[in-house]
């Protein structure tokens, strides 16, 4: 079935560069869907960060646009995401998950997440 | 403050019904689907409910979506104790050309 499976610094510096990873396993990142970053502060709700597919094409949140880059890998089976530069605001649990576009658009298989802290 | 409004919380006793709404816009749920998620404790979101009232498979019939206008619903009926979570509505936003996520409701079952 399809895994997801987040992986990064669990700790980086204010100003610095939060890099994530996320390994797809039991289904191919070169079929027609999004992949994608969620992010949820301690105790708080759901942001939208930014989406991918296969070809490059990409979707952010306009309020993270400045600092945010999302690339993918296919040969690996890996999209990642790049925050820059970060401050204690970014400390959040980060999810990768699988986006279906068309009418029906949703996020259906989701990663278990890793918590990121901004801390000097 | 998050584009989608939901209740902070909600609660109800076990076997009864919640209902759980979810207000917006015409640039997000006026013209598109909404989706709920449903987070446990600890735990990443899980698929609730899509295309406004559809059911993922393995998803109870006692959770039922529903739209109108600008504004979702999501109705729990037969409540059970491991019904309680936070639930968040999600809609894609044509006008910020991207996903927008309710504030979420923490569901308590007394």
């Known amino acids: 079935q399809v895994q997801l499976q987040e992986s990064g610094p669990g700790l980086v510096k204010p100003s610095e560069t939060l890099s994530l990873t996320c390994t797809v396993s039991g289904f191919s990142i070169s079929y027609d869907y999004f992949w994608g970053w969620i992010r949820q502060p301690p105790g708080k709700g759901l942001e939208w960060i930014t989406i991918?597919?296969?070809?490059?094409?990409?979707f952010y949140n306009p309020s993270l646009r400045s600092r945010v880059t999302i690339s993918v890998d296919t040969s690996k089976k890996q999209f990642s995401l790049k925050l820059s530069p970060v401050t204690a605001a970014d400390t959040a649990v980060y999810y990768c998950?699988?986006?279906?576009?068309?009418?029906?658009?949703?996020?259906?298989?989701w990663g278990q997440g890793t918590l990121v802290t901004v801390s000097s | 403050q998050s584009v989608l409004t939901q209740p902070p919380s909600a609660s109800g006793t076990p076997g009864q019904g919640v209902t759980i709404s979810c207000s917006g816009s015409s640039s997000n749920i006026g013209i598109n689907t909404v989706n709920w998620y449903q987070q446990l404790p600890g735990t990443a979101p899980k698929l609730l409910i899509f295309?406004?009232?559809q059911r993922p498979s393995g998803v109870p019939d006692r959770f039922s979506g529903s739209k109108s206008g600008t504004s979702a619903s999501l109705a729990i009926s037969g409540l059970q104790s491991e019904d309680e979570a936070d639930y968040y509505c999600a809609a894609w936003d044509d006008s910020l050309n991207g996903w927008v996520f309710g504030g979420g409701t923490k569901l308590t079952v007394l």
């Open positions: 998950a699988r986006m279906v576009r068309g009418a029906n658009k949703k996020f259906d298989y």
């Open positions: 991918i597919n296969h070809n490059g094409d990409t």
């Open positions: 295309g406004d009232n």
